[in-house]
């Protein structure tokens, strides 16, 4: 049964995959449309066609390898110098611009003047190009509220769910044994020096009454030194006296939930009860929010990440919680989710959660101002109106259309390093992948 819950996981995530790459695309194609840009593809997926139908002027269709999808616009480059289309050089990095530039008009047909792609305004390009994102952002935004608001989120209580035996670095956690972490030369946590225990519920710190986590746990990280601590215990108030020390420990947002990185502060020792609770809008879009600014700092730490990738691929090395992930990654572990022994509600919910993550990853990964992603063609429409204006306002000749097509060498040299990362990650979520328990 495990493991066809597995196979049921990823087969729904593929399929939630494969919805997010339509409507990102979906995005694109309609506004091409409607600024009368002709569109002769919209697919999804690469490789070998397996179906297709032609409607209008546009075929659609599926593809055998369910890893992206694109349409195809026409007159996406604007013409060489020379007023051609397909200027031939000995010099490969003008073959790889003539080659972009021929691609962009091969299937150009009579009546096609006025319906390609660079034609268009700056603003109107950028609409094209920002559709795209744009939707996996909605996307993103309406599965993330509607878990928040109408399920809930896993949410720490003041309460405590267990007291930890020692102190023990964040950084150290992953190479201990899980079961048995602590040795002989860890000091003991002040939590249980103190005389802390599970179900002890905290109602005031220093003097100051306890409203809820976040505030919790601000107190205890900046509030290294001795403490005066009430909690709840069976029906009754017990005064405790703590001495906090300090200790690296996970980064935390604004709601004190944990994220990626470590920071050195103030340290009790004793992991917090949870519960689901539903959000109110405000807080959905806090909790968004936070979100937002996590995967933003995660994307723009990439690089950083690309040893120990590499050591996990292929040192054996322990593969990190926040490791990145691609496709096959996350595919697995939305088997692991539909593999839990969770009520099943919980387990839809965590897959709804995994896919709205996808979505809003996908909108920030194409907002990169390099080609060939949608970002790096904004960009280019960006600077053609900048240049435009300019010439404007100081009264000189229109300087054209910004020819994106130009920078196609670095487009190439940047599509060689995602492809490198990605088969880095492929061949590490293959041979050591992360888990959901960890």
Same mark, same amino acid.
């Given at each position: 049964?495990?493991?066809?819950?597995?196979?049921?996981?990823?087969?729904?995530?593929?399929?939630?995959?494969?919805? !997010?790459?339509?409507?990102?695309?979906?995005?694109?194609? *309609?506004?091409?449309?409607?600024?009368?840009?002709?569109?002769?593809?919209?697919?999804?997926?690469?490789?070998?066609?397996?179906?297709?139908?032609?409607?209008?002027?546009?075929?659609?269709?599926?593809?055998?390898?369910? #890893?992206?999808?694109?349409?195809?616009?026409?007159?996406?480059?604007?013409?060489?110098?020379?007023?051609?289309?397909?200027?031939?050089?000995?010099?490969?990095?003008? @073959?790889?611009?003539?080659?972009?530039? *021929?691609?962009?008009?091969?299937?150009?047909?009579?009546?096609?003047?006025?319906? #390609?792609?660079?034609?268009?305004?700056?603003?109107?390009?950028?609409?094209?190009?920002?559709?795209?994102?744009?939707?996996?952002?909605? $996307?993103?935004?309406?599965?993330?509220?509607?878990?928040?608001?109408?399920?809930?989120?896993?949410?720490?209580?003041? /309460?405590?769910?267990?007291? @930890?035996?020692?102190?023990?670095?964040?950084? &150290?956690? !992953?190479?201990?044994?899980?079961?048995?972490?602590?040795?002989? +030369?860890?000091?003991?946590?002040?939590? +249980?020096?103190?005389?802390?225990?599970?179900?002890?519920?905290?109602?005031?710190? &220093?003097?100051?009454?306890? +409203?809820?986590?976040?505030?919790?746990?601000?107190?205890?990280?900046?509030?290294?030194?001795?403490?005066?601590?009430?909690?709840?215990?069976? %029906?009754?108030?017990?005064?405790?006296?703590?001495?906090?020390?300090?200790?690296?420990?996970?980064?935390?947002?604004?709601?004190?939930?944990?994220?990626?990185?470590? /920071?050195?502060?103030?340290? $009790?020792?004793?992991?917090?009860?949870?519960?689901?609770?539903?959000?109110?809008?405000?807080?959905?879009?806090?909790?968004? %929010?936070?979100?937002?600014?996590?995967?933003?700092?995660?994307?723009? *730490?990439?690089?950083?990440?690309?040893?120990?990738?590499?050591?996990?691929?292929?040192?054996?090395?322990?593969?990190?919680? &926040?490791?990145?992930?691609?496709?096959?990654?996350?595919?697995?572990?939305?088997?692991?989710?539909?593999? $839990?022994?969770?009520?099943?509600?919980?387990?839809?919910?965590?897959?709804? #959660?995994?896919?709205?993550?996808?979505?809003? @990853?996908?909108?920030?990964?194409?907002?990169?101002?390099?080609?060939? #992603? &949608?970002?790096?063609?904004?960009?280019?429409?960006?600077?053609? *109106?900048?240049?435009?204006?300019?010439?404007?306002?100081?009264? +000189?000749?229109?300087? %054209?259309?910004?020819?994106?097509?130009?920078?196609?060498?670095?487009?190439?040299?940047?599509?060689?390093?995602?492809?490198?990362?990605?088969? $880095?990650?492929?061949?590490?979520?293959?041979?050591?992948?992360?888990?959901? @328990?960890?």
């Amino acid at each position: 049964m495990t493991a066809l819950m597995t196979v049921l996981g990823i087969v729904v995530f593929v399929v939630g995959l494969m919805v !997010s790459i339509a409507w990102h695309e979906l995005g694109h194609l *309609s506004t091409a449309k409607m600024f009368k840009i002709r569109v002769p593809q919209y697919m999804v997926g690469f490789g070998p066609t397996l179906w297709s139908r032609k409607k209008g002027d546009t075929e659609y269709g599926f593809k055998a390898i369910p #890893l992206g999808g694109y349409i195809r616009m026409i007159g996406m480059f604007p013409p060489g110098e020379d007023g051609r289309i397909t200027a031939r050089s000995t010099s490969p990095w003008r @073959s790889m611009i003539e080659d972009a530039r *021929s691609a962009a008009f091969e299937e150009l047909q009579p009546g096609d003047e006025n319906r #390609l792609f660079y034609t268009r305004k700056p603003w109107k390009r950028v609409i094209v190009m920002f559709a795209g994102p744009f939707m996996n952002l909605i $996307l993103a935004v309406a599965l993330f509220l509607g878990v928040f608001m109408g399920f809930g989120v896993n949410t720490n209580t003041t /309460v405590i769910g267990q007291v @930890s035996d020692c102190v023990i670095s964040q950084a &150290d956690t !992953s190479k201990r044994d899980p079961a048995n972490p602590c040795t002989a +030369k860890d000091p003991v946590a002040p939590a +249980k020096t103190a005389g802390f225990q599970a179900g002890d519920k905290f109602l005031s710190f &220093d003097g100051r009454p306890v +409203k809820n986590w976040a505030e919790l746990s601000e107190d205890i990280r900046t509030g290294a030194g001795p403490a005066t601590v009430v909690v709840e215990r069976d %029906g009754k108030q017990v005064t405790l006296h703590p001495t906090i020390t300090t200790n690296v420990v996970a980064k935390t947002d604004s709601q004190g939930n944990y994220l990626d990185g470590t /920071v050195k502060a103030g340290f $009790l020792g004793f992991s917090p009860a949870s519960h689901i609770e539903q959000l109110g809008f405000g807080a959905s879009v806090d909790h968004m %929010g936070d979100m937002a600014r996590q995967g933003v700092s995660s994307l723009v *730490s990439l690089p950083k990440r690309i040893p120990d990738l590499w050591n996990a691929a292929f040192n054996g090395a322990p593969r990190k919680a &926040d490791s990145p992930m691609g496709v096959v990654g996350a595919a697995r572990v939305g088997g692991e989710v539909f593999a $839990l022994k969770e009520p099943a509600i919980d387990r839809i919910m965590t897959m709804v #959660l995994l896919v709205a993550g996808f979505n809003l @990853s996908l909108f920030l990964f194409n907002m990169l101002p390099l080609l060939p #992603l &949608d970002g790096g063609h904004i960009a280019g429409a960006l600077w053609e *109106s900048l240049r435009r204006h300019t010439a404007r306002v100081f009264r +000189k000749p229109d300087p %054209g259309p910004f020819d994106v097509a130009k920078l196609m060498p670095v487009a190439y040299v940047v599509a060689g390093i995602f492809v490198s990362f990605t088969l $880095l990650v492929l061949i590490a979520d293959v041979v050591n992948p992360v888990k959901l @328990s960890s």
